[in-house]
């Protein structure tokens, strides 16, 4: 398929032209702490952010402003009786009882997802939430508007992809729905928008917000067992309902599916719904707990193949939004999200991690960007099952492609200034925390060494003394440890 655009291919991508890639971050996300038995940790995009930045991707990307959303933007879509509560809740209050928990817990926030166990809270009332909330919301939106702008191909926000939230309610670690914000953002400049979700879980909040529209077709490819969060939704029937009548697309997949079989479904059905929707935009949640080895999935897909799917979508040469979403295993997510950042820019890069702040989290995949998955996992999506999947669901597109929508008339949105949107200058990245305390513990390391070292001098030269003859030196090795080691040692010898 010939995607058009002026330059030459790269390794990455093979489709050709290099994008406009604008990229948003806010640091302030990386304190957000869910509790420590939770299972999700906003740090993970920090981790992302700072392997992006060692490898030297940063240069080649706009940088977004930062720009929290609003309590306007966040109520365009949710309730704002949710909203005010989101702005007002605090763990103390919650922790207090009375009408603060009875109020949260109406919104599903506090309140436990096992009713046997109270500590099993998905969304806690966490400190900061409102805060939180607008921070990655404000991303998604900021990143849609440079799409609408019409200065940039692709806009990136890991922070954003909370795709389970619903209009009044907190679900599956999801308080606000960023992707239904920045959708709506999207609808201003745009005639239609397709969402896709690699997700492990099913977009549900998206889906339900746009399951009647015309102009937006949401396409979800997930674990669709009965007893998997959200339990009944995703199912294979599910196809819209009035003027959204097939444009809900849903693949249910079963634990193990492995690369070669999930983009044998993604690659067919995700060409037809381009072929017969004809979308002007494309929102992509790459969430990584579809990753082999995630917690909480059961597929086995590697690092490649869930970017092989963001290189297709990319290929079409049509605005692409990319977001994060879930993702347990926090150095898998990061590595992943740093090779999509590479893919959506054209480029190719190395799988050795670079030292950085968070190198030593990289310990346990060899410090290798791209990690094994897992081997001897049963793969419980047989040929027959993938078959019947992909004939449905192509089925139900034909459907589609009888009926298209007409009519659409973009609505007048409103100049929007490209140039506000982008900081002036890129921000600076030697005063980050995690590398500031990075070189401090290297410098503290190295002091230390030479202090103990100059001990073991001290000690060397006694012994000298008092041995008759004895000779005793000490050789500094300075040569480059192996690359596994992945961090910067001092080699000593001693030796008679």
């Given amino acids: 398929m010939d995607a058009g655009g002026n330059s030459l291919p790269s ?4 489709d050709g032209p290099k994008r406009r890639v604008c990229y948003y971050y806010d640091r302030g996300i990386a304190g957000v702490d869910y509790g420590e038995d939770h299972v999700m940790v906003p740090r993970r995009v920090d981790m992302a952010h700072a392997l992006i930045r060692s490898y030297g991707l940063l240069g080649d990307m706009s940088r977004l402003r930062t720009r929290p959303a609003t309590y306007d933007d966040i109520s365009a879509f949710h309730d704002r009786g949710y909203a005010d509560l989101l702005g007002s809740l605090t763990p103390e209050a919650f922790a207090g009882g009375g009408e603060a928990e009875l109020t949260a817990r109406s ?4 309140e436990p997802s096992k009713k046997e166990d109270p500590r099993s809270v998905d969304n806690p009332p966490i400190a900061g939430l409102w805060d939180y909330c607008c921070r990655y919301a404000g991303g998604s939106l900021a990143a849609a508007r440079a799409l609408a702008a019409g200065r940039h191909d692709i806009a990136i926000n890991w922070s954003g992809g909370m795709h389970h939230a619903c209009r009044d309610k907190a679900s599956g670690f999801c308080y606000v729905n960023d992707i239904v914000l920045a959708i709506r953002e999207l609808l201003a400049a745009f005639a239609r928008v397709v969402y896709v979700d690699i997700d492990v879980h099913h977009g ?8 009647d529209s015309g102009r937006v077709m949401t396409v979800s490819f997930h674990q669709g067992t009965t007893d998997f969060f959200p339990k009944g939704r995703g199912k294979l029937q599910d196809v819209g309902v009035g003027e959204g009548l097939y444009r809900a697309v849903n693949v249910p997949l079963h634990a193990g599916m492995d690369d070669e079989g999930y983009y044998g479904l993604f690659q067919p059905i995700m060409e037809k719904v381009m072929e017969v929707f004809q979308p002007e935009a494309i929102v992509m949640q790459c969430g990584g707990d579809s990753l082999s080895g995630d917690p909480l999935g059961s597929q086995n897909l590697s690092i490649a193949g869930h970017a092989r799917c963001v290189r297709f979508m990319r290929s079409f040469n049509v605005p692409l939004l990319l977001l994060g979403g879930g993702g347990y295993t926090i150095n898998h997510v990061a590595a992943c999200w740093c090779y999509e950042t590479a893919v959506a820019l054209g480029k190719e890069i190395d799988d050795d991690i670079p030292q950085h702040c968070y190198d030593g989290y990289y310990q346990s995949q060899g410090y290798k960007l791209h990690y094994p998955v897992k081997k001897g996992l049963k793969n419980d999506n047989t040929n027959h099952h993938v078959t019947q999947t992909k004939n449905t669901v192509l089925r139900n597109l034909a459907e589609l492609a009888a009926a298209p929508s007409v009519g659409l008339q973009v609505p007048a949105g ?3 200034d490209a ?6 200058r890129p921000p600076r990245e030697d005063d980050d925390p995690m590398e500031r305390l990075h070189r401090r513990c290297g410098e503290l390391d190295e002091r230390g060494f030479f202090t103990e070292l100059g001990k073991r001098q001290l000690e060397l030269e006694l012994a000298n003394k008092q041995e008759d003859g004895g000779q005793q030196t000490y050789i500094r090795d300075w040569s480059e440890p192996a690359k596994k080691h992945r961090s910067e040692k001092l080699y000593f010898k001693y030796c008679v």
């Fill in 11 to 14: 390794p990455s991508c093979p």
């Fill in 107 to 110: 919104f599903n926030i506090g």
């Fill in 204 to 211: 549900d909040g998206v889906e339900t917000a746009f399951v």
């Fill in 414 to 416: 409103g100049s929007i």
């Fill in 419 to 424: 140039k506000a949107l982008l900081c002036r």
